[in-house]
């Protein structure tokens, strides 16, 4: 039985963790069938965007401590894929994700809600960085969820190791909202239909902002973000807005996705 289950719609590629036996840990098996997928979502064009969900009662429980306990080391015949590496596969995809947060999310769980570029999650989800709790600490996971916290409340919520609600996850800045069961769909739903209103290859320019301009120097972010906006309007696709914009039409990429 598939870890990772796909369906594709309309340009939108959903994602369902499906280990729910396992809490969709980050098993060798989950995280290298997560892997493929991530790389054919990538290189396919008719996907416009991604979203990441779950299947149970909750979206991923972090590491498999089963398999990370040293007597288990080893025993798979799976080749282990670094959860830096799922990260980075996020991060760096032209593509938007989504994440759609159907459960409780903790410890490498919260990496992965941190690392989406848009995530809602239920009211009743719990989030906690609960690593201490088991004797090690929120390393690689610290990488994306640090940029969208404040020092001290990363503190508390690093040292403490508790659980807490999705209202305060969003007030921490960790995810973007969080609705009633009921809604998380039509939630979701809003997201993406915005999404693919946008041009592809304005969304995928609109996401590198997100992650290259906070880091850079002010001279060299100006200089970097005047060449790309340069070139975006250059481009075929900025031209075809600009002119359903002045003639009062849907855009063609709009077009393309309710054909």
């Keep these: 039985m598939s870890l990772v289950e796909t369906e594709f719609d309309d340009g939108v590629l959903t994602v369902t963790l499906s ?4 809490r969709n840990a980050l098993s060798v098996g989950l ?5 493929r997928t ?11 965007a991604v979203v990441l969900t779950n299947s149970g009662r909750v979206f991923c429980a972090g590491a498999d ?29 032209s593509k938007p994700y989504i994440g759609k947060i159907a459960g409780h999310c903790v410890a490498g769980g919260m990496g992965i809600a941190a690392a989406m570029d848009i995530s809602i999650a239920t009211e009743e989800a719990k989030f906690g960085f609960t690593e201490v709790r088991i004797g090690v600490a929120p390393a690689i996971i610290s990488v994306l969820c640090l940029p969208k916290m404040r020092p001290s409340e990363a503190s508390e919520a690093f ?6 609600s999705a209202a305060e996850a969003v007030r921490m800045g960790l995810i973007n909202a969080a609705v009633p069961a009921e809604e998380l769909d039509s939630a979701v739903e809003e997201v993406i239909s915005d999404i693919k209103a946008g041009g592809p290859e304005a969304i995928a320019a609109a996401k590198q902002l997100t992650l290259r301009v906070p880091y850079m120097q002010i001279d060299e ?7 790309l ?8 696709e900025a031209q075809e807005g600009m002119r359903a914009y002045l003639e009062k039409r849907s855009p063609s990429w709009i077009k393309e996705q309710s054909d």
């Design 31 to 35: 995280t290298s069938e997560l892997a």
């Design 19 to 22: 280990d729910e036996e396992n």
């Design 229 to 236: 906006s340069a070139e975006l309007f250059k481009g075929e």
């Design 38 to 48: 991530l790389d054919e979502a990538e290189l396919d064009s008719e996907v416009r």
């Design 65 to 93: 401590l089963s398999e990370r306990s040293s007597n288990k080391r080893g025993d798979s015949a799976t080749k282990p894929v670094d959860p830096l590496e799922i990260f980075g596969r996020f991060r760096k995809s």
């Design 159 to 164: 040292l403490r190791g508790n659980r807490f």
């Design 221 to 227: 972010a100006f200089s970097w973000t005047s060449k």
